[in-house]
Every structure is written in structure tokens, then in C-alpha cells.
Nanobody, 122 residues
Framework: QVQLVESGGGLVQAGGSLRLSCAAS??????MGWFRQAPGKERDFVAA????????GYTDSVKGRFTISRDNAKNTVYLQMNSLKPEDTAVYYC?????????????????WGQGTQVTVSS
């Protein structure tokens, strides 16, 4: 059974840091990524990482503040979030692809976690 289990969300003041984790199980995944959805808005891409070469991509608003990484031995992907801003407040979703090596579009991901809330207070 395939599962993606996120952890690490919470409430933090502006300027603070959080580290999200997503533990995947049940099969081998290629591209892995993080997306977020704020209230009343669509789910947006945040960051992605490939399996082999570890190529990474970020949405412009988080470049220089967020870092995505993965541990293939543990089948886990991380999102280190620094210098958090109130506009980063959202539910963050982990996503994984069983077929695509790397991608920024949600359509390439066929497995999703349940989401973890990140709230940044001003």
C-alpha cells in the first residue's frame, strides 16, 4: 500500500523556520515535490526534486528561503523553510511520481499526502 505521510507543520512567527518531512512507502518514487494551498486559493507548486541527480526547482517566491532535499535510502523528502512570511501560510502537500523523473506541474504526480498546516504569524 502506497503512503505519503507528512510531518513538521505548525505555528511559527514571521522570520522563523520549519522543516517538513514526507515519508513515502509502498514503492519507488521518482520525482517528489511540495505544493501548498492557502484558503480560497488553488494548490500551487512550491518545490520539486528528482531522484537520481537531485535536480531541484522552486517557485520564485520561495527561492533563497526554502530548500528541498531527499534521502532515497529512507524514501523521505524534506522541505526546510527559513525566513518564513505570513504569506507562506497554507496547507503543504507532499507529492510523488511513480513514472516521471522530475516535474513542476501537479499533473505529473500520482500520489499525494494528506497535507500539513503551516501557519506564520506576523
Amino acid at each position: 500500500q502506497v503512503q505519503l505521510v507528512e510531518s513538521g507543520g505548525g505555528l511559527v512567527q514571521a522570520g522563523g523556520s520549519l522543516r517538513l518531512s514526507c515519508a513515502a512507502s509502498g514503492r519507488t518514487f521518482y520525482a517528489m515535490g511540495w505544493f501548498r494551498q492557502a484558503p480560497g486559493k488553488e494548490r500551487d507548486f512550491v518545490a520539486a526534486i528528482s531522484r537520481g541527480r537531485g535536480s531541484t526547482g522552486y517557485t520564485d517566491s520561495v527561492k533563497g528561503r526554502f530548500t528541498i532535499s531527499r534521502d532515497n535510502a529512507k524514501n523521505t523528502v524534506y522541505l526546510q523553510m527559513n525566513s518564513l512570511k505570513p504569506e507562506d501560510t497554507a496547507v503543504y502537500y507532499c507529492a510523488a511520481s511513480s513514472t516521471v523523473l522530475y516535474g513542476l506541474d501537479p499533473s505529473v504526480y500520482d500520489y499525494w499526502g494528506q497535507g500539513t498546516q503551516v501557519t506564520v504569524s506576523s
